[in-house]
């Protein structure tokens, strides 16, 4: 079992930034490709980014290709979301998921590919 515990999120100007963090309880961590999706208002939750278990492959959205950045830090069992340029339409609640320990860049940015999700935290971009 593996619960996952974000924050981080907040109100934030256009352009501005924010970084969102998540804690992972447990010893799996290090052997979990970690993904961030978010879902706004009225839409679907969609995928955002996502890391493997060492940190050294990563895939990304179009829409945030770019201006976000996902790491990890295994000694911590955390992964963040570094959040730059930011715009109204990043507003949305961001989840953390994990998954399992194999890699695979296009199953990583669906749902399915994911074990464990936490509650989310609202970030809120204003113009």
């Known amino acids: 079992q593996v619960q996952l515990v974000e924050s981080g999120g907040g109100l934030v100007q256009a352009g501005g930034s924010l970084r969102l963090s998540c804690a992972a309880s447990?010893?799996?961590?290090?052997?979990?490709?970690m993904g961030w999706f978010r879902q706004a208002p009225g839409k679907e939750r969609e995928f955002a980014a996502a890391?493997?278990?060492?940190?050294?492959?990563?895939a990304y959205a179009d829409s945030v290709k770019g201006r976000f950045t996902i790491s990890r830090d295994n000694a911590k069992n955390t992964v963040y979301l570094q959040m730059g340029s930011l715009k109204p339409e990043d507003t949305a609640v961001y989840y953390c998921a994990a998954g399992g320990g194999t890699w695979d860049w296009l199953a990583a940015r669906t749902a399915r590919f994911y074990d464990y999700w936490g509650q989310g935290t609202q970030v809120t971009v204003s113009s």
């Open positions: 890391i493997n278990t060492g940190g050294y492959s990563t």
């Open positions: 447990g010893r799996t961590f290090a052997t979990r490709a």
